[in-house]
């Protein structure tokens, strides 16, 4: 039995929303009714109340619907289900654009030092045992979001079948699909946020595609919000593109690839949040997983790579998160879930919570 919800959607865009905020409605009433305080209690400066955050997330209310009307009618959907309102659901929706109102202008002036964030990891068919692909990541934000932890099976009207990982009451975080495309990401915080496409819809549109060209093309060539580094494989190749709302560099990839929470791209540096991380947390991750993944270059496999997720290196501030002791929910970023992917296979290995502390469990499409 899995150890998170499982949740089989189909149908229409609403009629798959529906069965989401059904199924979850008592975590996303509380999801709903207590993520202001963990958006608050991370950002000395943001005092503003819940309606004024959901007057900010409406602002992508226009590019949403034009990117893909189909995924606002499953929000649409998702809250009718659940009996919460739209507007609700949008603001759970653009949860990592709302990280960027800590940071602009403003530095480690009012950033706690506390913050960190995902290890992504990317191994193309030359570097995985026996010629086998394989993407995921450790996906780190403060422990708080990990009672809402869900697994959607997706089976759309039109495109192909999807396994996401996600959030009570969001469209998606990562996963792969049935076209062999799998896809992770991890937050990088540019200084040209703005209005545009939160990164749940750019995900989903990813996975909703046949070709692993479409699914590059839906991160790297849409109106988006803020900024996102996006991992994706499939086909036998492999991309790791570093994006801010306006601009774009693609990674080289040399057998194997790992990203963390600043930008790595010469193009990239000057779109980069003086202090965001307070640390360099992140570089230590970055180098710890590239080494890793290039020492054992021709040998990769699912338990290598979970080796690589328990990795401890400058704890807590390391690839298997924890917080400082006694820290609070609200505020101890914290491993929510571990995955490895093998997207020609069609199968995630999945972890809840720390992957020192926890096993991985197969799912397959």
Not at 277 to 289: D, F, N, Y
Request: with cysteine; charged share 20%; hydrophobic share 40%.
């Amino acid at each position: 039995m899995s150890t998170i919800p499982v949740i089989q959607l189909s149908g229409t865009s609403y009629e798959m929303g529906r069965i989401h905020g059904e199924a979850l409605a008592d975590q996303i009433a509380e999801f709903v009714a207590t993520v202001t305080e963990v958006h608050q209690a991370n950002n000395a400066s943001l005092r503003v109340a819940k309606d004024a955050l959901e007057t900010f997330c409406n602002k992508n209310l226009g590019f949403l619907e034009k990117f893909s009307p189909e995924l606002v009618e499953e929000m649409r959907g998702i809250a009718d289900g659940a009996g919460v309102s739209f507007k609700e659901i949008l603001y759970l929706n653009s949860f990592l654009e709302l990280e960027d109102l800590r940071a602009p202008g403003v530095g480690a002036k009012v950033l706690p030092d506390s913050l960190w964030g995902c290890t992504t990891f990317n191994v193309t068919p030359e570097a995985g045992e026996g010629g086998r692909a394989y993407i995921g990541q450790t996906y780190d934000m403060e422990k708080y979001y990990e009672k809402f932890l869900c697994l959607l099976r997706i089976a759309p009207e039109n495109g192909p079948a999807a396994l996401v990982i996600s959030f009570a009451g969001i469209v998606g975080l990562v996963g792969l699909n049935t076209a062999g495309v799998g896809a992770v990401i991890n937050k990088v915080t540019a200084t040209d946020a703005r209005p545009g496409v939160i990164y749940p819809f750019i995900m989903r549109k990813a996975l909703g595609s046949e070709r692993i060209g479409d699914a590059l093309g839906a991160a790297i060539f849409s109106p988006r919000a803020s900024g996102i580094n996006y991992q994706f494989a499939g086909s036998g190749v492999a991309f790791c593109a570093e994006t801010s709302a306006t601009y774009y560099q693609l990674l080289e990839i040399d057998g194997a690839i790992a990203h963390t929470n600043h930008f790595v791209g010469r193009d990239m540096r000057g779109f980069e949040t003086p202090n965001w991380l307070s640390h360099g947390g992140s570089m230590v991750r970055k180098q710890v997983a590239d080494k890793f993944l290039k020492s054992n270059a021709g040998s990769l496999n699912p338990e290598k790579l979970k080796e690589l997720t328990r990795d401890h290196t400058n704890h807590p501030r390391c690839i298997c998160a924890h917080g400082f002791p006694g820290e609070d929910p609200k505020t101890a970023f914290h491993t929510v879930f571990a995955v490895i992917m093998d997207p020609e296979a069609g199968w995630m290995e999945l972890c809840k919570g720390n992957p020192c502390e926890n096993g991985y469990e197969r799912h397959c499409l």
